[in-house]
């Protein structure tokens, strides 16, 4: 059933705005070398989930790097990252991280990025290869130092499992400053596909942009389309040892099948008056997945049909900005067959309830390399609703650049 | 021209703005708001109108196409179930062995049949049976109740009912006499020439068995929203039973307390034998002849000592324990596993089972406190059922005739 939603007119009102993103490390276009760095610690006043729980939104098939945030003060996300340039055309960029692990899951670094570009100005092409990176959405990859909220978009972690980065190539087609057009083919080892012959994943979008008399404006749609052979729930595994006190281990329930992806994401951003800029992004994206949900006895048909969306508001003033963010998905699924009741139990499948969040939040850019954001989260992403504050600092530098 | 210029841009300006606050407001009156749901679309199932004894919402057993339910089917195996015509020197049943009030245990270590022979492993109680992926304690090769209940008729290693091929055609012609039996079967095989057949007598039997379910215990109270049904102690062993520390969950799980069943709902059939360190003689990891567990059937070595993890329902009912009922108490039976095993110290099976080669990596011993084991002890009586062991349905017939 639609409905109008009071809660963004409200919101709208109040104009708080935001930024997907408050800051861009990098710019390959003018240095021919970078190493950068950047991390963001926030302390939260409570969880997600209880201790040694799981999260798991009922509704969805989770999986990726969707962990909960855990209370105490946790480190969001830690990068040391770099490019050079290797000629005119060609560059590399290259980016090692460490994702805040959730609850009893210890962080550990990882490649995110080892990225290869070349580009072919003659046609406005450019292509990537290696560890990429995906730009399919604005909210395709989360990184706390980087984004305007310390927490991932509530649809990213349901829809790509929060971060989408995975071996593949891309080609870019930029013919103007405005436009830009991609094509993303995936090796599939990321949420929701799965790799190998069964698996895989590919994406194509069209951003534009422009800015006319101050005013700032972007629009994008993509299509991502992915395939998955015996997907499980992967974010918990690496947990379970027997002899701990850990709870136990969700059933081991698998998807195979398609999803299809298909998304709008807006944002506008005003001229200054009297300072002061308001700037609102919004994003929704429906996901159709169709498959079977098995475990290792029982099999059933598995159709879903979810719609997210997300409206973030912010009102910048100087170095300050004041966001407010709305998100809420709706979740249809439709299970068939003689064990839909007791897989549809052990996949968390059952559901009536969207989840909702809402975020306020105060950011302070205190210098180039250094920001506070304070936030309380009305957090509904399970049946149970909370409240949690955090306190986080952000934290960014360039060690070394040259032209 | 740098007039037309200004114009346009103006008038790109006011089509962008009036586009953008358009476009806002679109969004903020208009967001897509859908109620979530879920369907879950069941087949229809023929047998359910069968009195299985289940809440509705749990999956049905496993039935054989030659052998669909019935209740006239299911009354006749009743009557052949408690009736000691059934035996070749009519004093046994197999009631004898499988008591009502001892969720259809019998109390002893290990029984004697018809013939007075010891069998060597103890009466398994009768719950759930239904849904159980293999049937005896050790054999993977017996899984439908069919087929398990010609072992004890015609069993010879050992005897039980003492049918043979002696005594069968007389053993026959007792219930081909009997009027009452006459119309059972004819009411529960309808479109069959030959009534009296064993191959009939097991079949009516497998269906009494596949109604003996079991699932109204505290515990089933307590997991559908009664929070008063389970004491403080059985909700403090029931955490400890589903933790990873304790691991009771990984051989004793799912609805059924065991993790080798099965129900209709599943493609594939899930037999589980485990070795728990009951013994290791010698410290080979040898059990006692006569009840090496798998490894009598499938002569691998490795199945030394395995055998099937039975459902912990109606358990407080059933001691002794373990195949060869060499534990008396629930309290052993954890006190065994927080030990990772059994330490036989003297007699013909000295040997630790804690270092039993075959142990299952699932049987790690845990630290449990006098405390942590009344808990989990108070946990397991919460399975019991009484409804079950009391239900009319389920008793002897011979007895209210």
Redesign the interface.
């Known amino acids: 059933?639609?409905?109008?939603?009071l809660r963004?007119?409200l919101a709208?009102g109040v104009s708080f705005f935001s930024a997907t993103s408050v800051w861009a490390h990098g710019d390959m276009l003018t240095e021919r070398y970078q190493i950068w760095g950047a991390a963001s610690l926030t302390g939260y006043s409570n969880s997600v989930v209880a201790k040694n729980e799981y999260w798991r939104i009922p509704?969805l098939l989770m999986g990726g790097e969707a962990l909960p945030i855990s209370s105490g003060v946790q480190l969001d996300d830690a990068y040391l990252g770099g490019f050079t340039r290797l000629s005119d055309q060609a560059s590399v960029s290259a980016k090692l991280g460490i994702h805040g692990g959730g609850d009893g899951h210890a962080a550990t670094p990882a490649l995110m990025q080892l990225q290869y570009a070349y580009q072919l100005p003659q046609y406005d092409l450019t292509l990537d290869a290696g560890l990429l990176e995906a730009q399919f959405s604005p909210i395709a990859t989360h990184h706390a130092s980087f984004a305007l909220f310390s927490e991932a978009a509530l649809m990213a972690d349901a829809f790509w499992g929060r971060g989408y980065h995975d071996k593949g190539a891309r080609l870019k087609w930029q013919p103007s400053s405005h436009w830009k057009f991609g094509l993303e083919y995936w090796n599939g080892e990321a949420f929701p596909a799965t790799s190998g012959e069964k698996g895989g994943a590919r994406d194509v979008f069209v951003q534009y942009q422009?800015t006319?008399?101050d005013?700032w404006?972007h629009a994008g749609s993509y299509v991502h389309q992915s395939k998955a052979f015996q997907r499980g729930d992967a974010r918990y595994t690496t947990g379970?040892?027997?002899?701990?006190?850990?709870?136990?281990l969700p059933d081991d329930v698998r998807f195979s099948g398609d999803s299809d992806l298909i998304g709008l994401s807006?944002g506008?951003r005003t001229p200054s008056f009297s300072g002061m800029r308001v700037k609102?992004d919004?994003e929704?994206a429906s996901l159709k997945a169709k498959g079977s949900v098995f475990d290792?006895?029982?099999?059933m048909d598995y159709e879903a049909n979810h719609?997210g969306?997300y409206?973030t508001s912010s009102v910048e003033y100087d170095q300050h900005q004041l966001s407010y963010r709305y998100e809420?998905?709706?979740?249809?699924?439709?299970?068939?067959?003689?064990?839909?009741?007791?897989?549809?139990d052990s996949a968390n499948?059952?559901?009536?309830?969207?989840p909702i969040r809402q975020t306020i939040q105060w950011h302070w850019q205190v210098s180039d390399g250094f920001a506070w954001r304070v936030a309380m989260t009305q957090d509904q992403s399970l049946p149970e609703k909370s409240q949690r504050y955090s306190v986080g600092l952000v934290w960014k530098e360039t060690f070394l650049s040259g032209r | 021209m740098r007039f037309k210029e200004v114009q346009i841009?103006l008038g790109?300006?006011t089509i962008?703005?009036t586009g953008?606050i358009g476009?806002?407001l679109a969004?903020?009156?208009?967001?897509?708001?859908?109620?979530?749901?879920?369907?879950?679309?069941?087949?229809v199932?023929g047998d359910t109108d069968f009195n299985w004894n289940l809440p509705r919402?749990v999956?049905l057993p496993k039935v054989p196409e030659d052998n669909p339910i019935s209740e006239a089917k299911f009354q006749l195996g009743r009557h052949l179930f408690y009736d000691k015509r059934l035996s070749g020197n009519e004093t046994f049943s197999c009631g004898s062995c499988h008591l009502q009030e001892r969720a259809f245990a019998d109390g002893l270590q290990t029984p004697s049949g018809s013939t007075g022979m010891v069998h060597p492993r103890n009466s398994q109680a009768l719950v759930n049976i239904a849904f159980n992926s293999s049937t005896t304690w050790a054999n993977p090769v017996v899984v439908t109740l069919e087929e398990q209940a010609l072992v004890p008729m015609f069993g010879e290693f050992p005897v039980e009912l003492g049918i043979n091929g002696d005594n069968q055609d007389e053993i026959l012609a007792r219930f081909i006499q009997d009027a009452d039996y006459q119309l059972r079967f004819k009411e529960a095989f309808p479109n069959e020439a030959d009534l009296f057949t064993f191959n009939n007598i097991a079949k009516a039997l497998a269906s009494f068995g596949r109604g003996l379910n079991s699932l109204n215990s505290d515990y089933d109270r307590y997991v559908t929203g009664d929070e008063t049904a389970l004491s403080a102690s059985a909700i403090r062993g029931m955490n400890m039973f589903?933790?990873?520390?304790q691991?009771c969950?990984h051989c004793h799980g799912g609805l059924h307390f065991s993790s080798a069943s099965?129900?209709?709902?599943?493609?594939?059939?899930?037999k589980q034998f485990h070795n728990n360190g009951l013994y290791n003689i010698n410290g080979k990891g040898d059990y006692p002849e006569g009840g090496q567990g798998l490894f009598e059937i499938t002569g691998n070595p490795e199945d030394k000592g395995a055998f099937r993890p039975p459902t912990l329902r109606n358990i407080a009912l059933t001691a002794p324990y373990m195949h060869d009922g060499s534990m008396q108490t629930l309290e052993e039976v954890v006190r065994h596993y927080a030990a990772g095993g059994r330490n036989i110290t003297s007699g013909v099976n000295v040997g630790d089972g804690r270092l039993n080669p075959n142990k299952s990596?699932?049987v790690?011993g845990?630290e449990a406190t006098q405390q942590d084991i009344d808990d989990l002890v108070a946990f397991l009586e919460s399975l019991t059922d009484t409804e079950f062991t009391t239900n009319p349905r389920f008793s002897d017939p011979f007895l209210t005739k």
Request: contains cysteine.
């Open positions: 059933m639609k409905s109008i939603n963004t007119i709208a509704g422009v006319l008399q005013w404006l379970h040892t027997h002899g701990t006190v850990f709870s136990p807006l506008m609102v919004y929704v290792s006895t029982r099999s719609l969306h409206l809420r998905i709706s979740l249809e699924n439709t299970l068939t067959g003689t064990s839909a009741t007791i897989l549809g499948l059952v559901s009536s309830d969207s | 841009r790109l300006k962008i703005k953008l476009s806002c969004l903020l009156t208009a967001c897509p708001e859908y109620d979530s749901k879920t369907s879950v679309l069941l087949p199932e919402d999956p589903f933790s990873e520390k691991e969950f099965t129900d209709r709902t599943q493609m594939f059939t899930n990596s699932l790690p845990f």
